[in-house]
Every structure is written in C-alpha cells, then in structure tokens.
C-alpha cells in the first residue's frame, strides 16, 4: 500500500479517498455474504481477502489524514 499511495507509484489509488472507497467496501461486503449463503468456503476465502484489502487501504488513508 505505501507503494501503492506513494508517489510514482499507481496514480488511481492515490486519488482514493474514504468515500470513493465505499462502494468497493460495500460490494465486497455483499459478495461476501453471497459466498457465505452459498457455502462455498474458497469464495469466502477470496472475499474476506478483499475486504481486508478494504480495511488496509481506508486504514492508510486515515493515516495519511492524519499526517497532513
């Protein structure tokens, strides 16, 4: 993520923001319940990773608010 947000690294997520995040958080969120409606365990896997990508990426942005 400190690449990432970083200068020279990737200008997209630089521009993040907590609320342009929200609708990735939210659409994990519910692809998480599907998986876990479904029982598909490695669905479940895949998507509790990408809602700890979530949590890390609003984290960072907290902590760059933070900074500045």
Request: with cysteine; charged share 30%.
């Amino acid at each position: 993520m400190d690449t990432l947000r970083s200068p020279g690294g990737c200008p997209w997520d630089s521009e993040q923001s907590h609320q342009s995040l929200l609708k990735y958080l939210l659409e994990e969120s519910y692809e998480f319940i599907e998986a876990v409606e479904s029982g598909n365990s490695e669905d479940m896997r895949e998507e509790l990773g990408d809602i700890l990508l979530q949590v890390y990426f609003h984290s960072r942005i907290a902590q760059e608010d933070n900074e500045n």
